[in-house]
Nanobody
Framework: QVQVAESGGGVVPPGGSLRLSCSAS????????MAWFRQPAGAEREFVAA????????YYSDAVEGRFTISRDNARSAAYLQMDSLIPDDTALYYC?????????????????WGQGTQVTVSS
């Protein structure tokens, strides 16, 4: 398995942009599906985006489609989430996650490794 840790969160105004990074350690990072989830205050953790091990396909929730972009760099054992046109509803604790399982990319129960989260707050 791999261990992951997020960074890059902060406070941004509506309409702004932010780029989150997820650094990984351990063996076979390139064999893992990488994903981002988020948990707004008082709400359940929800799927944001996922990317296949070779970066061939990416998946997004309806809430972020067209505004967020997930990417990965296997040579650097890292994944990223570029967030543009941010809105207040994007405010949440964002988690990086990894799994070796196939499928279930939007199901939090399928992910084996989780970071501790990085806070994103969208506020004027």
């Amino acid at each position: 398995q791999v261990q992951v840790a997020e960074s890059g969160g902060g406070v941004v105004p509506p309409g702004g942009s932010l780029r989150l990074s997820c650094s990984a350690s351990g063996r076979a990072f390139s064999r893992h599906i990488m994903a981002w989830f988020r948990q707004p205050a008082g709400a359940e953790r929800e799927f944001v985006a996922a990317i296949t091990w070779n970066g061939g396909r990416a998946y997004y929730s309806d809430a972020v489609e067209g505004r967020f972009t997930i990417s990965r760099d296997n040579a650097r054992s890292a994944a990223y989430l570029q967030m543009d046109s941010l809105i207040p509803d994007d405010t949440a604790l964002y988690y990086c996650a990894a799994t070796r399982r196939n499928g279930g990319w939007d199901d939090r129960d399928q992910y084996e490794s989780w970071g501790q989260g990085t806070q994103v707050t969208v506020s004027s």
